[in-house]
Antibody
Framework: QLQLQESGPGLVKPSETLSLTCTVS??????????WGWIRQPPGKGLEWIGSIYYSGSTYYNPSLKSRVTISVDTSKNQFSLKLSSVTAADTAVYYC?????WGQGTLVTVSS | DVVMTQSPLSLPVTLGQPASISCRSS???????????LNWFQQRPGQSPRRLIYKVSNWDSGVPDRFSGSGSGTDFTLKISRVEAEDVGVYYC?????????FGQGTRLEIK
């Protein structure tokens, strides 16, 4: 069964870049069966889709974040990554990686000096 | 963006009783391939969301058959035939037809 696990710093300073990695196990990230995405959830709030990358390499970003987001895939490591630049306190959230079916457990990223 | 509106936002239910959550979209969720990409997720306290239903009415693996999804176009429903204690949590509808993917606000199910 496919499993996803987020990793990265839990604390990021304002104006810096948030970087997270999702490691996929139990299957290949190159599979055409799935897309790979990032979603976030501010504390006590709802879900916001950040963006997705497809097996073809095509990426789709939420227009509300598009200018600051980059999602990429490293097939050699079976990982995909999220970079969010110029972060502010409003970017504090639990960040989830997911594919079409499964989600990771999530990682809390706090933006604070 | 497609706005997904859920109701109710809070749902107190007695154990063993049925529950129903409505999800309405601001535009049709029928995609050009004929599919309707409307999913339902369950988020138990302290856990990540888990997909229950995909493409309106299809169960994900391991999902109890007391959960069912229905609807079409812009109007969708998640029903639980008999609520159990493990069903406590927040339920979200999600549309994947139009970019960006959007979620409903969430419906918090609690036991009376």
């Amino acid at each position: 069964q496919l499993q996803l696990q987020e990793s990265g710093p839990g604390l990021v300073k304002p104006s810096e870049t948030l970087s997270l990695t999702c490691t996929v196990s139990g299957g290949s990230i190159s599979s055409s069966s799935y897309y790979w995405g990032w979603i976030r959830q501010p504390p006590g709030k709802g879900l916001e889709w950040i963006g997705s990358i497809y097996y073809s390499g095509s990426t789709y970003y939420n227009p509300s974040l598009k200018s600051r987001v980059t999602i990429s895939v490293d097939t050699s490591k079976n990982q995909f990554s999220l970079k969010l630049s110029s972060v502010t306190a409003a970017d504090t959230a639990v960040y989830y990686c997911a594919n079409s079916i499964s989600w990771g457990q999530g990682t809390l990223v706090t933006v604070s000096s | 963006d497609v706005v997904m509106t859920q109701s109710p936002l809070s749902l107190p239910v007695t154990l063993g009783q049925p529950a129903s959550i409505s999800c309405r979209s601001s535009q049709s969720l029928v995609y050009s391939d004929g599919n309707t990409y409307l999913n339902w997720f369950q988020q138990r306290p302290g856990q990540s969301p888990r997909r229950l239903i995909y493409k309106v009415s299809n169960w994900d693996s391991g999902v109890p058959d007391r959960f069912s999804g229905s609807g079409s176009g812009t109007d969708f429903t998640l029903k639980i035939s008999r609520v159990e204690a493990e069903d406590v949590g927040v339920y979200y509808c999600m549309q994947g037809t139009h970019w960006p993917i959007t979620f409903g606000q969430g419906t918090r199910l609690e036991i009376k």
